[in-house]
């Protein structure tokens, strides 16, 4: 009987390059690398995404689980997961703004060769227009935390909440400080990492999420921190414990910084990652970074339909907001970013002009957003209905 032939498509491009440690069978076309040839494309690719990244996820690109498709310039960057012909593009364009254009009619030309359907997630405004011309539609899906570093003291009553968290950490003896792998031992890096998964072990306790979630979020352990930063809070004056940790991802060129990664342990003290927040910026300063991200907030100003967008996305969206509000809190999460007052910058999903079904279904498979314990569900969900009344009153930029 003749095998029934594969429906994932067998590239010839050879700028696609495959994920550098994934074990399962791949396109022939896609090379793999050597040992000493994965080392050189990685640094390579940690420096091209630490240049021309502009978004809070930009650095993802350099996740093992990430394919990548490079302009035959070698000037731009996609990087994308794959199920079947479904491909979810995270992390922007990453090329510089010159070059854009070009890297999407190659990568657009790309996928319709091979019959490959993209969606772009986290799109600026300022790409939106290129999107749109490959009939693309733009449904905003949120809006993105800046804070402006430059001339920012944190003084004065906008600024009391920030500061308040942060006394109350020191009077109970955090101290927040920088790990740099290179400062350390292969044996006290490896201590600390171990320590830090830990944290991010116990803090899905509170969490209705069984397992951290992925292409949305960042992680540690298989993937390196590279060039990524490592902020650490510990007890007893920073003899203790980690009791929380931020995980800082690089942008335009280290000019601006996001706080990707943020978790505690479920009994730390009280405001410990505003502390290392607070902190960290207050280093960055020192350093002349113009700009922290503190990530998207999912929903936040998306109920008015826009010029352009796909009904269904955002319909699907809102419902799917308003239903996971109560077991994700995302009220609590804009409650949380507000206190720093930032800027806001629109962010969008671009989808072909007809959705599919199969988008949605490749999302949640690879996001793992709906694997959730029904246990942890029924209590956090319990714990934010007692307190959606302390919810509705967010903070805005203009709070005096």
């Known amino acids: 009987m003749a095998k029934t032939p594969s429906r994932r498509p067998s590239f010839e491009k050879s700028r696609v390059t495959k994920p550098v440690r994934r074990t399962s069978v791949a396109p022939p076309s896609i090379r793999d690398l050597s040992t000493e040839s994965v080392t050189q494309t990685l640094q390579h690719l940690q420096k091209f995404v630490f240049e ?66 993209p969606v772009f997630f986290d799109i600026q405004s300022d790409v939106v227009p290129l999107l749109r011309e490959y009939d693309f539609k733009a449904t905003k899906i949120g809006e993105d935390a800046l804070v402006d570093l430059q001339d920012n003291t944190f003084a004065g009553k906008p600024y009391e909440w920030v500061r308040r968290q942060s006394n109350y950490c020191q009077r109970h003896g955090l101290h927040v400080t920088e790990i740099r792998p290179s400062k350390l031992s292969p044996d006290e890096w490896s201590s600390v990492l171990n320590e830090v998964q830990q944290v991010a072990d116990a803090s899905l306790e509170g969490k209705p999420q069984s397992q951290e979630m992925r292409f949305v979020v960042g992680r540690l352990g298989e993937h390196e921190l590279g060039l990524r930063r490592l902020f650490i809070a510990r007890s007893d004056e920073g003899r203790g414990r980690i009791e929380g940790f931020v995980v800082l991802n690089p942008m335009a060129g280290g000019r601006r910084w996001a706080t990707e990664i943020y978790r505690y342990r479920p009994d730390a ?132």
């Open 52 to 117: 021309h990244g502009q978004v809070y996820n930009s650095y993802l690109a350099t996740e093992p689980s990430r394919e990548l498709f490079w302009s035959t310039d070698g000037q731009g960057v996609v990087s994308f997961v794959r199920r079947g012909r479904h491909l979810l593009c995270g992390g922007g364009l990453i090329a510089p703004p010159e070059h854009r254009a070009e890297l999407l009619r190659q990568f657009i030309g790309f996928t319709r060769e091979y019959g490959l359907r």
């Open 269 to 400: 003290v009280r405001g410990t990652v505003a502390y290392i927040i607070h902190q960290l910026m207050l280093q960055l300063i020192t350093e002349g970074v113009q700009q922290v991200g503190l990530c998207m907030i999912p929903g936040r100003n998306c109920e008015q339909p826009n010029e352009g967008d796909a009904w269904l996305i955002r319909n699907v969206f809102s419902y799917s907001k308003r239903l996971l509000n109560g077991v994700f809190d995302a009220a609590g999460l804009e409650h949380f970013k507000t206190r720093f007052r930032p800027q806001f910058e629109d962010l969008y999903v671009c989808t072909p002009a007809r959705p599919s079904i199969g988008a949605f279904w490749t999302f949640f498979q690879e996001t793992g957003i709906m694997h959730i314990n029904l246990r942890n569900m029924l209590k956090v969900a319990a714990g934010r209905l007692r307190k959606r009344t302390s919810r509705k009153q967010l903070a805005s930029r203009t709070d005096k």
